[in-house]
């Protein structure tokens, strides 16, 4: 699989999301991406306890930990390289989380507009 190049929405060079949680298609703590990312994980999301709660009514368990994937579950303020589809979708119900624009992905762009990114975000 080879990465797309590292550049967030504002056109600078991609930063890291989060270690701990570790995060990303590639768990390399960036919302890197690349042709086989078909969920597009691009958007760097701080999770909020109504975010977490919205996308496991709506089938992706985020909380819940799951040791045999080696995963401790999300809590809020843990920040996720978030499907750029289940941000906008959460944008629609009214409950998006924060974002981090300096660690989302370009390709979050094919998704989500720009201007949606910009009104969540805690980094402008």
């Not at 600078?12 to 960036?30: I, V």
């Not at 496991?56 to 843990?78: H, I, Q, W």
């Not at 762009?109 to 990114?117: G, N, Q, R």
Request: one cysteine or more; a negative charge; hydrophobic letters at 40%.
């Amino acid at each position: 699989m080879e990465k797309a190049p590292s550049l967030n929405v504002l056109g600078g060079t991609l930063a890291p999301c989060s270690t701990d949680p570790l995060t990303g298609f590639f768990r390399d703590g960036a919302c890197n991406t690349c042709a086989e990312d078909h969920g597009s994980h691009t958007v760097c999301a701080v999770m909020t306890a109504e975010f977490l709660a919205y996308s496991k009514y709506v089938g992706n368990d985020l909380s819940t930990p799951r040791p045999e994937f080696g995963f401790a579950g999300l809590k809020p303020g843990d920040q996720w390289c978030l499907c750029a589809g289940r941000f906008l979708q959460a944008h629609d119900e009214g409950c998006a989380p924060k974002v981090t624009l300096a660690a989302t992905h370009l390709r979050a762009l094919e998704i989500v507009p720009l201007d949606i990114l910009k009104r969540h975000a805690i980094d402008l």
